[in-house]
């Protein structure tokens, strides 16, 4: 089974892609083979500083490093390296119906925020698509607000498959599945929205200490007063530490939250000490990391390489099949 997600290197990982898309990627590698891209080719819609661009891309691969990937279960590359996807991008985009992309949840969303609405930006689909195909994935963990786009990739490949008649037991794409965590599918910002770079409201996986405290300690609460009971359900302090305490830490905290007694701030203090915690491991390799360029830079040709290989493979049977060879 071959597992594939990107990431965009769009700005600085935060707790909602970590437990969004980095930590049930990372768990995946046990079920399979791994291929991880660094969404370059996509960032290109919001980051049009090419020296940004390059300083990000490198960040997310040490990042991804220091969260656990193993490059020996696996391949982490750059998508840029594997210009192939352009190619089928093109392919796909000729099968593609406008009224599929028009319908696209992401790019209305852009739109409403501001975004311009340019030519890459309404096709991102067919090239997350591509992404995904050329590699014959089989899943694709994602977060809920990217369901649509596996939907589409795999109407794109229905659509080729019917479209140059391939056999039923020879198709020219697999249909690949989304794998969705319920309990992370959305994560809450700091003003209960959800988390996201574009609202402002994100956590930092590696920020630094005192930034992080202030972030967490500002995250938006009601005005209940301290000996009045609260409503877990509601907190996003609660829905974040829910995160990484315990199960019976959880508990407690629950059982805090509607006895009353307790206020928001001390509750804060609880939620900033377990992230701390949890992610001091993971600061510690990524010193390591950025103490070894070289290890980062064979980590990305490697999974590359193999990247290609495997494009490649996928591009001659697409080429044959659509009468370009």
């Known amino acids: 089974m071959r597992i594939l997600s990107g990431i965009q290197p769009s700005g600085v990982l935060h707790i909602g892609n970590y437990f969004g898309m980095i930590q049930p990627a990372i768990a995946l590698q046990a079920e399979g083979e791994a291929f991880y891209f660094i969404a370059n080719y996509h960032a290109l819609t919001s980051v ?9 891309s490198r960040r997310i691969a040490i990042d991804f490093l220091a969260c656990g990937f193993d490059p ?8 840029s390296d594997v210009p192939q996807v352009a190619e089928l991008e093109w392919i796909l985009s000729t099968v593609a119906p406008m009224g599929l992309l028009e319908r696209a949840h992401s790019y209305k969303d852009k739109l409403a925020r501001g975004m311009v609405a340019s030519a890459g930006l309404f096709i991102y689909p067919v090239l997350m ?3 995904i195909l050329i590699y014959d994935s089989d899943i694709v963990p994602v977060g809920k607000d990217q369901k649509q786009h596996i ?3 795999r109407d794109l490949a229905v659509k080729m498959n019917e479209t140059y008649g391939s056999e039923p037991d020879r198709p020219i794409f697999k249909l690949p599945a989304p794998r969705i965590q319920p309990e992370t599918e959305t994560v809450p910002g700091i003003d209960g929205q959800k988390m996201s770079k574009s609202y402002g409201n994100t956590i930092d996986i590696f920020g630094e200490e ?17 000996e009045a009971p609260k409503n877990p359900d509601t907190s996003t302090t609660f829905q974040l530490f829910s995160l990484f305490g315990s199960k019976d830490e959880i508990a407690e905290m629950r059982d805090r939250f509607r006895k009353g007694g307790t206020g928001y ?3 804060k203090k609880q939620l900033f000490d377990k992230l701390w915690d949890y992610f001091a491991p993971m600061r510690k390799r990524r010193q390591e990391l950025l103490a070894d360029k070289l290890y980062v830079d ?3 040709v490697r999974g590359a390489q193999r990247a290609n290989e495997v494009a490649d493979g996928v591009m001659i049977r697409v080429r044959a099949a659509v009468g370009l060879t």
């Open 48 to 56: 049009q500083n090419p020296d940004r661009l390059r300083e990000n």
């Open 72 to 79: 020996d279960r696996g391949a982490l590359f750059l998508q």
């Open 129 to 131: 698509a591509a992404d």
């Open 151 to 153: 939907e589409i990739t």
């Open 210 to 226: 005192k930034e992080t405290r202030k972030r967490v300690m500002s995250i938006v609460t009601d005005s209940t007063p301290v």
């Open 265 to 267: 701030g001390e509750f």
């Open 298 to 300: 064979k980590v990305l």
